[in-house]
């Protein structure tokens, strides 16, 4: 096996192959998108994940204590995805002049308020932070855990089955409704401003023989290809399957990016029956959506007819005003 | 003794302090640049520091491999200055768009060679990171070690001798050059591109008695005012004994900052014997310039008489183009 495990495609991930090559023996093992480091009896998680104004978020869209929760979220997502417990975050905080004219509003600190909260909701703490001058608002989460027996996206096998948590597509229709200036209010305002990291889950499926584990933060469609090239497998999974938002069709939902589920392959014998015992310990369906077979790549198909999905979601855009 | 260590003055530090003090039990106790975590038998200390162009760095003043080695310097800086053992390291990267001039040229990949090139002169690795698209060029880095014995900045005692590794001005001296568009050369440009943060030192200090310890990247005269604070002792530090760079007066030398040298409070008993053979260990001198007594904060003097010294080197600054 190489040091390097196979990435899928993507203009981000073809740059840190490239980056990553370059380094040599100066970098550990690339493949996740959390880091595990082996200190004595320890395994350490470990991802970093920088949220920039006008890529990440637009501060007409969400308040600063979204901004904040958002960005911590994304960052705990990658430790629910080794099956990780959290022990905190570090924060790197980049704050523009403000222009004075709301002198009482304090957007550094109520965006810290929003990252110490959704570090607190999955037990964890914030570390400690930098905070700079920047020209944009920039959060930079440093999460950390530890995960004692951690699932990497590489262990899936020909025979396994794949599950999904949660119901897909609303980030995406959020996403929309935000472009086209309407209100975000309700379950998809909360779906979208307060993502909940699939922790506990994690950890649960971990536990109960997950032998491959991503979550979907860049859509179910370009996570499936990530999972799929790191296990060497051939995944194929059922549209029809597909556990959408009220509204959005199968298409729309393994297209969307920022979902913060979990994409996991359990051996066969994981039954139905733990499956419906998982709603009830954490509130949302694990649904399984397809299999993992032999070949390469990620093959969709509708009632068994093949289906092209468009690509998965890739942050590495321009910053938009 | 109060959770959040006193800090001492300077923008960052009260906002740092307003936005802590909001988080409440969602944060740990602030108090060093570095994070203490326990986990079973392994004290982690983690750090996280942010470098933005115009703030911290211009890229017509050094390489991007020396701006990738620098803001490695310091956040590992952090670490030695827990006298820890470093890691590895976490790396968020933004990049503008490039405009296609020199093709060749791959500043991402150069940062990153620079941070893994600092990382791994002081026995750690690159174990991950992120890219993202920004205005300008941004490098974030949190470094992970482990501190068997940590030494804090709150420990200095009333008696005890306060210490500093290194010569202090070089880096004030080199950004004057570059703001006057002199040429920087031979051992000034290596001071000021590739600082080496004193990490053998700093675990050398932990281990011969060191009673407080904190690096002085914020210029030696506001660092000193941390370290007084926390400990909550006053300091008395002899400008006359204070080791300059070739060039540069004891008044330039205590307001210089990003020196990532270490200022530590050691027991009266630490010999002078144990001084010198601290350069042939580790290429740097060790000096005594003061001591530690009662009262507050710091005061300098020059053949016994006080002097006043410029207020330390403050990062929160506003992006210069």
Redesign the interface.
């Known amino acids: 096996m190489p040091r390097h495990l196979p990435l899928g495609a993507g203009g ?1 991930f073809d ?2 192959r ?3 090559t ?2 040599g ?4 093992e ?1 493949g996740d ?3 595990l ?1 082996s ?4 395994t ?1 998680a ?5 949220s ?1 104004e006008g ?2 978020f637009r501060t007409d869209w969400l308040s600063f204590e979204e901004i904040g929760w958002r960005a911590g979220a994304a960052a705990l997502s990658d430790l629910a995805a080794e099956g990780a417990k959290p ?2 975050v ?3 905080l ?1 704050l523009p ?1 403000t222009d004075n004219r709301e002198p009482k509003a ?1 957007p ?2 109520d965006i ?2 929003g990252v ?2 959704v ?2 909701s999955v037990g964890g ?12 608002y ?1 959060v ?1 989460v ?1 999460a ?1 855990g ?1 995960a004692p027996h951690p699932v990497r996206r590489a262990g899936a096998r020909p025979g396994d089955a794949l599950w999904v948590t949660g119901t897909l597509g609303g980030a995406r229709l959020a996403l929309q409704r935000l472009k086209t200036s309407r209100p975000l209010e309700g379950p998809l305002r909360a779906r979208f401003a307060h993502p909940e990291p699939r922790v506990a889950a994690g950890q649960w499926l971990a536990a109960h023989g997950a032998t491959a584990l991503i979550d979907i933060s860049d859509g179910l469609s370009g996570d499936a290809g990530h999972l799929a090239a790191a296990s060497r497998v051939g995944l194929e999974i059922a549209l029809e399957q597909v556990p959408c938002w009220p509204g959005v069709d199968p298409l729309s939902a393994v297209a969307s990016g920022e979902e913060y589920e979990l994409l996991v392959a359990l051996p066969a014998a994981f039954g139905d029956a733990r499956a419906r015992s998982f709603p009830q310990q954490f509130g949302v369906p694990l649904t399984r959506i397809g299999v993992c077979g032999t070949g390469t790549g990620v093959r969709f198909t509708d009632r068994g007819q093949t289906v092209a999905v468009p690509a998965g979601y890739d ?5 938009t005003p």
């Open positions: 981000e740059r840190l490239a980056i990553f370059r380094l023996d100066a970098a550990a690339l998108d959390c880091a480091v200190l004595d009896d320890v350490l470990v991802s970093i994940d920088c920039y890529v990440h022990v905190g570090l924060v790197s980049g002049k304090d550094g600190s810290m308020a110490a909260a570090t607190k703490r914030v570390l400690g932070g930098d905070l700079i001058r920047a020209d944009r920039l930079d440093c950390l530890t942050h590495f855009a321009e910053p």
